[in-house]
């Protein structure tokens, strides 16, 4: 940040990010609750020093979702990332093209929400990403391609179709 703007504080989030991390210490588990904490009345964000008092967000998405929705909502946010970027393999199997720019859509939105908030607002960029989940997740079922079965399996199908009973030791 410093090179760039000449500001080590990445333009003054630092400071926010200081400020939301002790509200967060507040409420760790559950959090302020969904859109409970900015622009409601009598907001811990009002007690906030200076310019940290006008922000009308934290800058992180992933100290938003932590400030609203607690520990417990983060982590399932994070089983649900890293689910989605799970399915791009199976869409690879089938096209790795489509792959390749899901890809690129997913990473650009975890990367961005490191120094904006956008996973809890309603936005064009928030609705992309689902759509890009949902069709990943419909390709994965529709496709043809399926994982190998173990070696284990495939012989005791094929002893089974020749209709002998496998001894065991």
């Keep these: 940040g410093y090179r760039l703007y000449g500001d080590a504080t990445l333009t003054g989030r ?11 210490s507040h409420r760790p588990w559950f959090g302020w609750g969904f859109h409970s904490y900015y622009f409601v009345p009598n907001s811990p964000q009002n007690e906030a020093p200076g310019y940290i008092r006008d922000m009308p967000s934290s800058h992180s998405g992933y100290l938003e979702l932590k400030l609203e929705t607690g520990r417990i909502g983060y ?9 989605s970027l799970h399915l791009i393999e199976r869409v690879r199997r089938i096209d790795p093209v489509r792959a390749w720019l899901y890809l690129s859509l997913q990473l650009f939105a975890v990367l961005s929400n490191l120094l904006d908030s956008s996973w809890l607002t309603l936005t064009h960029f928030w609705l992309l990403y689902l759509i890009v989940v949902a069709e990943s997740l419909r390709a994965s079922w529709l496709s043809p391609a399926r ?11 094929r002893v089974w179709r020749r209709g002998r009973l496998p001894r065991l030791a």
């Design 75 to 83: 982590w399932i946010f994070l089983v649900f990332i890293y689910s």
């Design 147 to 157: 994982a190998p079965a173990p070696v284990g399996a495939v012989q005791a199908a």
């Design 14 to 24: 630092t400071g926010i990010w200081g400020f939301i991390d002790y509200q967060i």
